[in-house]
């Protein structure tokens, strides 16, 4: 298949000068948490960044208490990617808001392409143990980074460090499974108060015959806050598979996706209370290279908040959510036909609900309390015919009481939480079949603690630890495909495993940040994981494709985190980051997993990154990424090796004002500057180099 678009070789060459600068004053520490954050929107979206203050160093955070605390109030280490650093990375070469995460410590992120979920890893463990929140409320870590816009985004924050009690476990039951936060907290905190109106409208156009619609209006009527958008793409793509692998890509395997969002906030008696609603909707259809391998993706998201200020020291917070997924995928008997063989589907909805009483006392301590509960039902089935036959037909339900108290002495923070969790699954088929148990149940407390001293003005040292507890899936038990599967041409997907036993995990950390030299911020990060049981998706056979859920004995994995990140002028900032993992795995029983590295997670991976305010309006932010080595599998003889790579970015960004009514706003994005196509599990590779340019009007 010929290429659409050349294949340059681009030399970057970057300095970055110290310049000496005043740090700004910081804010008098202990002040009174404020419901509303600091809003990153009130900066227009698209506008050149505004520079990073020793203040936004301990901005105000709201995952770990969910209510707004100063960093130096919690335990944990979280970094904040505002909307300004969002809108300075190049627009995600697969489409999914995952890829946010690329350039921060400690996170592997590997969306597989733009039409498959993120197979990543986080804190030396695979891609189940760090969950993602949508304002606080679970989503799917694997397939809704593919469904969301980035657009609607205020901030993502990211909560490094051992399971925190105040979140389940998310009942995912596609791809790896239920997610836990044992690794970390991904929170993608959507936009709310609207302080000046703003509409603004896109169109680009890209490699791969990329053509991209998006629209966004936001304001304000009175106490109603409210924003809506959508997004219209279609392209040809390109080949995303390595040779002779299942993918087969013959032809250009066409997608059109369409989105559409919005989200409405009334607040009553100022900030005191506050509503909100918001809703997205994602369509992703096309085929995959092949005349019978067509796809039809659908994808709904809600949430619904609550949250008021009852007394001056007593917050309450209701939220819910609905997660809905429909996908209906054809196949065919590649390599040996090309005819159809069967349609086949997953559908799967999710209700998360959650309830919770902040109290504050003792000055700035905080006491947390509440309950969560969640429902889940899962279905897949097989059409040949017109005739429709079921693969696994379950559901699940989970609940949780949760407490945990934040104590601010002086200096010292000291916290300490506690989480009984019950969870239970009923099974009407699994794999095909009536199973001999229709239901099962665990019952799991759970624990979480973390202490951080500020003694220092510019220092402050910090340690966590945590519990985490995951059971097996219904896809995990009863797979996607029958045992009999195993090796028939044209039959992709998972294989059974009705023996699995669920896991068990803790997670250590210690660390310490530190602001040395004017705005630089310098964070050192160690961590220790350790899970028993562990359940892993090991590659049987790459073509056909085909995986199976195993326990793999005991993993553990270790390392460290260092980051530099600095405002060495209103022009200039620049990032550095780098991360050291070992992992491994302890089977004594199987002498073909002992001793074997988690699947998904390298060695080591590197970040660096800048950003520099030019003359006339324009901004340029360049980037490069390293990975180390990594496995698809546990088993010795049966693994793949992967990487290492080095992938370069590049975003240079012009805003032209005119008048005081709009801006035009002209990006280009190029990805993978030395085009390296290299080779990712399950027969997938990075295409390599792509561009895409943008040009966007602004109306104030």
Known sequence: ???????????????????????????????????????????????????????????????????????????????????????????????????????QPGIFVSPLSRNDANWGSNGGLGPKYNSYLLDGIPIDSFIDGTSLDPWALSRVEVQRGPAAVMYSNYLA??????????????????????????????AGVGSWATVNVQAYNQGRSGD?????????????????????????????????TAKLYGKTTFFVDGDAQAISIFAHYDGHSGFVGRPNRDFNYQYGTINLVYHGQVTPSLNLQVKGGVRLYDRRFGSDGYPDSLALTSHDGVNQQVYPADATVNWQHLGQSLLTAGVDLQYAGYTTYS????????????????????????????????????????????????????????????????????????????????????????????KAVGGTLQASDQDVPGKNGQLPNPNLQPESGIGLDLGANAQVVQTLKISLRAFWNRVNDVIVDNVVSQNPSQT??????????????????????EDISWFVNGTYTHSSVANPIDPNQNGAQIPFVPNWMANVGGTFNLPLGFTISPYLRGVGVYYDSTSLSGRQLFGPYWIPALRVQNVQPVGKAYDIVLALDLNNLFDSQYAMPWGFKNPGFNVFGTVGVRLK
Do not use: C
């Open 173 to 202: 039951m596609d791809f790896a499974g239920n997610t836990t936060p044992l690794a970390g907290i991904t929170n993608f905190v959507l936009r709310e108060r609207v302080d000046a109106p703003l509409t603004r409208i896109q």
């Open 383 to 474: 059409e040949v015919s017109g005739i429709r036959s079921t693969g696994n037909d379950a559901s699940a339900f989970a609940t949780g009481l949760y407490a945990q108290e934040n104590l601010v002495l002086g200096d010292w923070v000291a916290r300490a939480g506690i989480r009984n969790s019950y969870s239970e699954q009923s099974y009407t088929v699994l794999g095909g079949t009536v199973p001999g148990v229709p239901n099962k149940s665990w019952d799991k407390v759970l624990w979480s603690a973390g202490v951080r001293w500020n003694g220092l003005r510019d220092l402050s040292i910090f340690a966590n630890g945590g519990s985490s507890f995951v059971a097996p899936t219904p």
């Open 224 to 256: 109603l806050h409210y924003f809506v958008g959508g997004s219209y793409e279609h392209a040809d793509y390109t080949n995303y598979g390595t040779p002779g692998s299942w993918l087969g890509i013959q032809n250009y395997p066409q997608y059109t």
């Open 1 to 103: 298949m010929t290429p659409r678009h050349p294949l340059p070789l681009v030399a970057l060459l970057l300095t970055m000068p110290a310049l000496a600068q005043e740090p700004p004053e910081l804010a008098a520490p202990g002040s009174a948490p404020s419901q509303e954050l600091p809003s990153p929107q009130t900066r227009e979206p698209g506008a050149a960044p505004r520079p990073k203050t020793a203040r936004e160093l301990q901005e105000l955070v709201v995952t770990e208490s969910k209510v707004p605390r100063e960093q130096r109030e919690v335990t944990q280490e979280v970094r904040i990617i505002d909307s300004d650093a969002v809108e300075q990375l190049p627009v995600p070469p697969n489409r999914n808001i995952s890829e946010i995460l690329t350039y």
């Open 548 to 569: 199976q859920s195993v326990n793999a004995g005991n993993a553990t994995s270790w390392g460290f985190e260092l980051a530099f990140d600095q405002a060495v002028t």
